[in-house]
T-cell receptor, first 108, second 114 residues
Framework: RKEVEQDPGPFNVPEGATVAFNCTYSNSASQSFFWYRQDCRKEPKLLMSVYSSGNEDGRFTAQLNRASQYISLLIRDSKLSDSATYLCVVNWSYKLIFGSGTRLLVRP | DAGVIQSPRHEVTEMGQEVTLRCKPISGHDYLFWYRQTMMRGLELLIYFNNNVPIDDSGMPEDRFSAKMPNASFSTLKIQPSEPRDSAVYFC????????????FGPGTRLTVT
């Protein structure tokens, strides 16, 4: 079983749509949680951290459920520029464990 | 402010040749990570250093791979001898003592072994 599992997609949505990505992780000792974004043929970049209380950054909302070992990312009012691969990431002992990513395509 | 610098950006080599990938972390960052990304396996951590000392190399695939960090501003990942299955994008990342969980990635080296 992979340590971090994500639906690979692709999610193909129109501009303005709301889209949600989910992720599960297997190591209950994981200490912190993140979403990274990776554009085609580019390096991953931190999108946002994920906190148990839930957190929001503009159109992006992240949620963590430690009991279920489940992480989510919600994107509202999606833009063409949101097209990318979204990587669910957990941290354990200074190591980041990456999911394989969910690809999002936003069409005009 | 310069980010993580990697060289070369692209490398094409023949099976059996030695390959050396280079990384310069962000100044002041004391953690350095080497990752490999493929379509099949995604992004995998190979090894990481703290204050130039290797801390965890459990992700290094086999003895053909070695990594060094002779000083705070330079690291190398070497593959000898290279094999076609080593073809991948290799990323270097660094993080600071104040935010060890946020890693800044370099642009990657795209390696093709024929």
């Amino acid at each position: 079983r992979k340590e971090v599992e994500q639906d690979p997609g692709p999610f193909n949505v129109p501009e303005g749509a709301t889209v949600a990505f989910n992720c599960t992780y297997s190591n209950s000792a994981s200490q912190s949680f993140f979403w990274y974004r990776q554009d085609c043929r580019k390096e991953p970049k931190l999108l946002m951290s994920v906190y148990s209380s839930g957190n929001e950054d503009g159109r992006f909302t992240a949620q963590l459920n430690r009991a279920s070992q489940y992480i989510s990312l919600l994107i509202r009012d999606s833009k063409l520029s949101d097209s990318a691969t979204y990587l669910c990431v957990v941290n354990w002992s200074y190591k980041l464990i990456f999911g394989s990513g969910t690809r999002l395509l936003v069409r005009p | 402010d310069a980010g993580v610098i990697q060289s070369p950006r692209h490398e094409v080599t023949e099976m059996g040749q030695e390959v050396t990938l280079r990384c310069k972390p962000i100044s002041g960052h004391d953690y350095l990570f080497w990752y490999r990304q493929t379509m099949m396996r995604g992004l995998e951590l190979l090894i990481y250093f703290n204050n130039n000392v290797p801390i965890d190399d459990s992700g290094m695939p086999e003895d053909r791979f070695s990594a060094k960090m002779p000083n705070a501003s330079f690291s190398t990942l070497k593959i000898q001898p290279s094999e076609p299955r080593d073809s991948a994008v290799y990323f270097c990342a660094s993080s600071s003592p104040d935010s060890s969980y946020e890693q800044y990635f370099g642009p990657g080296t795209r390696l093709t072994v024929t």
